[in-house]
């Protein structure tokens, strides 16, 4: 209505100094007191790879490992983990080469539309830091909260096994162990090249 003045009914909340170790770099930013985890990580430290799917605590996309321990983002308050050491997604690369867990994904079928699966590689991650040699019902109770609509699981539990083998030692990472799949870029990817044109 014209010349009412809007009045809040619940006061903002306001911002605090947030800090935590974020895949290793220590990361300060300013957020409400209030906010969750999931949205302080995607809107203010840059982890995209952190997925929002029910933001309720069903699905297991929001995952990441905080002192180890894989919790969902989308369920904790910010200020509850800050000081914290935090591992998203981004985290679990070695600079340009994946993780023995990410490499498996890709080869064994466990990701399809990829949605779901930053939160299953960091619940498998974390357990494979714990139990380097997990049992299939192992594995299934370790994934029970991170849903997939693709790729049925079987898949999933196969990466696992495969990540898990090559923790033991017991095969080599899989780009490295396969001809089909060689690393084109061993020493990571080469500097982007400019259009013509384009002076550096
Ligand atoms: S977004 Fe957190 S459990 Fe679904
Ligand atoms: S790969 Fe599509 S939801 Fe899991």
């Known amino acids: 209505m014209v010349g009412e003045e809007y009045v809040s009914m619940i006061p903002a909340a ?3 100094v947030w800090n935590a170790v974020v895949n290793g ?3 300060e930013v300013l957020a409400p ?3 969750i985890l999931l949205d302080v990580l995607r809107d ?3 982890c995209l790879g952190v997925k929002r799917g029910c933001d309720m605590g069903t699905c297991g996309c929001c995952t990441v490992m905080i002192d180890g321990v894989p919790r969902l983002s989308c369920l904790t308050m910010a200020q509850d983990v800050a000081g914290k050491e935090i591992t998203t ?3 679990l690369a070695d600079g340009a080469h994946l993780a023995p867990i990410q490499q498996c994904f890709g080869e064994y ?3 399809q539309c990829g949605f779901c699966t930053p939160g299953f590689l960091i619940a498998s991650q974390a357990l494979l830091n714990e139990n380097p040699n997990p049992s299939d019902s192992e594995i ?3 994934i029970e909260g991170n849903l997939c609509r693709c790729t049925g699981y079987q898949q999933i539990i196969e990466s696992i096994q495969a990540a898990a083998a090559i923790h033991r030692g017991e095969t080599e990472a899989a780009s490295a162990a396969s001809d089909a799949h060689p690393d084109p870029n061993p020493s ?3 500097e982007p090249t400019m259009p013509p044109g384009h002076a550096r």
């Open 109 to 111: 079928g466990g990701s």
């Open 89 to 91: 997604v981004e985290g």
């Open 25 to 27: 770099q220590q990361k």
């Open 33 to 35: 007191s209030n906010a």
């Open 188 to 190: 990571g990817p080469d």
């Open 140 to 142: 299934a109770l370790a």
């Open 44 to 46: 203010k430290a840059g």
């Open 14 to 16: 306001s911002s605090e």
